[in-house]
């Protein structure tokens, strides 16, 4: 070294960065730059950990989920110190649900609620209100283009100076031979000028996997595969009118269930769900195409109809993504590697949950994580082992309620026989009862409490029984005569409540 010249020390940091770009070595690798992987990676990153971020595709993602984000997911979004990711990007504000029964509607509002999830001011009833009813501080949700905010995301994480993105596909995990622990991945990088291929490893005290619905990893590290019961086919609608503004619409008519919501000031994006074997929806009938104009489309508002038959100009098959169910599974077998997101837990996106529970869990696994829980380190596997133990059951209190709900909601608004249709009827009832604080709260990912969830879906269950018994004896002397089958049918509807919410809700508790 030239005389009077000394070296300046290297900054930790420094050090840091050098081992991610040169060594491809860090405490933390990520694979999948998504919803969780982004998440996960910036919330790790925030307490000093060196992160990796692998992404097998860097450009703009053009998905059909993914696009609305309840106030649950808001407020998750904020502690992560991410809500900047919501602006710029068009997104427009959600203030509750609009459901259409058979040309009937009601409102409900997101409900302002405390620190413990208890309803504080009553929400108006119907949608009915005045200046003196509206809710002060009105929670909201947000609606955008799903790939807008993913590239926010990633911008806020390639920003972050305790993490390096990586652009290349990760093929395998990496397990040391002597005792089985995963160290890291494999990878093959594009060369973008030649298009050569090359193989590359990284490696980290902890991978996470949180590579997707269509994780490539699940089949080694889960011991269960989704359940797919129908898919979403996607429209996007041009300046739709539909009233009220600002609110999800749910449309139940003698289509399928239709989902409408706006994703910016221009577009409405519309998610029709076809099940499997749909008779309706066979070639003979025109396919999914002929589905749409013959049976959706005058399920529909009038005003809604030619910006659907629109949209259908193109002459080509809606895209469409599946309707999945992945039930929550232990993590204790695998030592080095954690899969989350929607690799490891999936619901019908129905209710529009899934980015909600992907921020409170990546908010929740940041905490278990933080180096004042894990002294040892995330390279210890009894570590991680109590960690991901921790947070199986801590997670319930939102997750479960969320994953009930998508999946008897969807039981209930696909309506196949008459005692599935009586709980359909008692359902919108119950909601024209003015009762909606508490279950929008819950489908808000704003309510915790898993026994609110039973109580109010049995309270349903009832409705629809006596609803259901006004339709059979009617108000006159010979309805009388129809008491004994009316009774038949309560056991009956209460046995199909039972079998729709208690299988998923013990899967979901334990």
Same mark, same amino acid.
């Given at each position: 070294?030239?005389?009077?010249?000394?070296?300046?020390?290297?900054?930790?940091?420094?050090?840091?960065?050098?081992?991610?770009?040169?060594?491809?070595?860090?405490?933390?690798?990520?694979?999948?730059?998504?919803?969780?992987?982004?998440?996960?990676?910036?919330?790790?990153?925030?307490?000093?950990?060196?992160?990796?971020?692998?992404?097998?595709?860097?450009?703009?993602?053009?998905?059909?989920?993914?696009?609305?984000?309840?106030?649950?997911?808001?407020?998750?979004?904020?502690?992560?110190?991410?809500?900047?990711?919501?602006?710029?990007?068009?997104?427009?504000?959600?203030?509750?649900?609009?459901?259409?029964?058979?040309?009937?509607?009601?409102?409900?509002?997101?409900?302002?609620?405390?620190?413990?999830?208890?309803?504080?001011?009553?929400?108006?009833?119907?949608?009915?209100?005045?200046?003196?009813?509206?809710?002060?501080?009105?929670?909201?949700?947000?609606?955008?283009?799903?790939?807008?905010?993913?590239?926010?995301?990633?911008?806020?994480?390639?920003?972050?100076?305790?993490?390096?993105?990586?652009?290349?596909?990760?093929?395998?995990?990496?397990?040391?031979?002597?005792?089985?622990?995963?160290?890291?991945?494999?990878?093959?990088?594009?060369?973008?000028?030649?298009?050569?291929?090359?193989?590359?490893?990284?490696?980290?005290?902890?991978?996470?996997?949180?590579?997707?619905?269509?994780?490539?990893?699940?089949?080694?590290?889960?011991?269960?595969?989704?359940?797919?019961?129908?898919?979403?086919?996607?429209?996007?609608?041009?300046?739709?009118?539909?009233?009220?503004?600002?609110?999800?619409?749910?449309?139940?008519?003698?289509?399928?269930?239709?989902?409408?919501?706006?994703?910016?000031?221009?577009?409405?994006?519309?998610?029709?769900?076809?099940?499997?074997?749909?008779?309706?929806?066979?070639?003979?009938?025109?396919?999914?195409?002929?589905?749409?104009?013959?049976?959706?489309?005058?399920?529909?508002?009038?005003?809604?109809?030619?910006?659907?038959?629109?949209?259908?100009?193109?002459?080509?098959?809606?895209?469409?993504?599946?309707?999945?169910?992945?039930?929550?599974?232990?993590?204790?077998?695998?030592?080095?590697?954690?899969?989350?997101?929607?690799? $490891?837990?999936? #619901?019908?996106? @129905? /209710?529009?949950?899934?980015?909600?529970? +992907?921020?409170?869990?990546?908010? %929740?696994? !940041?905490?278990?994580?933080?180096?004042?829980?894990?002294?040892?380190?995330?390279?210890?596997?009894?570590?991680?082992?109590?960690?991901?133990?921790?947070? $199986?059951?801590? #997670?319930?209190? @939102? /997750?479960?309620?969320?994953?009930?709900? +998508?999946?008897?909601?969807?039981? %209930?608004? !696909?309506?196949?026989?008459?005692?599935?249709?009586?709980?359909?009827?008692?359902?919108?009832?119950?909601?024209?009862?003015?009762?909606?604080?508490?279950?929008?709260?819950?489908?808000?990912?704003?309510?915790?409490?898993?026994?609110?969830? +039973?109580?109010?879906?049995?309270?349903?269950?009832?409705?629809?029984?006596?609803?259901?018994?006004?339709?059979?004896?009617?108000?006159?002397?010979?309805?009388?005569?129809?008491?004994?089958?009316?009774?038949?049918?309560?056991?009956?509807?209460?046995?199909?409540?039972?079998?729709?919410?208690?299988?998923?809700?013990?899967?979901?508790?334990?």
């Amino acid at each position: 070294m030239a005389a009077g010249y000394e070296s300046e020390p290297i900054s930790q940091a420094a050090r840091d960065a050098e081992r991610r770009e040169k060594y491809h070595e860090a405490d933390v690798v990520v694979v999948g730059a998504g919803i969780f992987g982004c998440a996960i990676a910036y919330a790790l990153a925030n307490q000093g950990r060196s992160v990796i971020l692998l992404e097998r595709w860097m450009h703009e993602p053009d998905r059909i989920v993914g696009e609305l984000l309840q106030p649950g997911g808001v407020s998750a979004l904020r502690k992560l110190g991410l809500e900047k990711c919501l602006e710029d990007i068009d997104a427009i504000p959600c203030y509750g649900y609009h459901v259409l029964f058979h040309g009937a509607e009601v409102i409900f509002p997101y409900p302002v609620v405390d620190d413990e999830g208890k309803v504080l001011q009553q929400s108006p009833a119907n949608g009915q209100s005045d200046e003196k009813q509206l809710l002060p501080k009105q929670p909201e949700g947000r609606s955008f283009h799903h790939g807008r905010f993913i590239m926010q995301l990633r911008k806020a994480c390639a920003a972050h100076p305790n993490i390096s993105i990586f652009e290349t596909e990760v093929m395998r995990t990496i397990r040391s031979e002597s005792v089985g622990v995963v160290l890291g991945v494999e990878t093959r990088t594009t060369d973008k000028k030649t298009g050569v291929k090359t193989g590359d490893c990284f490696f980290g005290g902890l991978t996470i996997i949180a590579d997707g619905y269509a994780s490539k990893f699940r089949k080694d590290y889960l011991p269960v595969t989704p359940i797919v019961r129908s898919k979403f086919y996607a429209l996007e609608l041009i300046d739709c009118p539909f009233p009220p503004s600002g609110f999800g619409h749910v449309v139940i008519g003698a289509a399928m269930p239709v989902l409408l919501y706006q994703i910016g000031t221009h577009e409405t994006r519309a998610l029709i769900d076809v099940p499997a074997n749909l008779p309706e929806a066979s070639v003979e009938n025109g396919g999914v195409r002929g589905y749409i104009k013959n049976v959706v489309v005058p399920a529909l508002p009038k005003d809604v109809r030619p910006s659907v038959l629109e949209a259908l100009t193109d002459g080509k098959i809606p895209r469409s993504m599946p309707n999945s169910y992945l039930p929550p599974t232990k993590q204790e077998r695998h030592a080095g590697v954690i899969l989350v997101g929607d690799a $490891y837990n999936m #619901r019908h996106p @129905l /209710t529009g949950g899934g980015m909600t529970v +992907a921020f409170n869990d990546a908010v %929740l696994l !940041a905490e278990l994580l933080h180096p004042e829980n894990t002294p040892k380190g995330l390279a210890d596997p009894e570590t991680i082992k109590k960690a991901m133990k921790e947070f $199986y059951w801590r #997670r319930k209190s @939102l /997750t479960s309620i969320i994953n009930v709900l +998508a999946q008897a909601l969807y039981s %209930l608004f !696909a309506a196949e026989d008459r005692y599935l249709r009586a709980l359909q009827a008692g359902c919108f009832k119950y909601f024209e009862m003015g009762i909606t604080d508490e279950p929008v709260g819950m489908l808000g990912g704003m309510i915790r409490r898993p026994l609110t969830l +039973a109580y109010h879906f049995f309270r349903v269950a009832f409705v629809g029984i006596w609803v259901n018994a006004l339709e059979r004896c009617g108000g006159s002397l010979l309805g009388l005569y129809m008491l004994p089958i009316a009774l038949i049918d309560a056991v009956l509807i209460l046995w199909t409540a039972c079998v729709v919410f208690l299988p998923t809700c013990y899967r979901e508790a334990f």
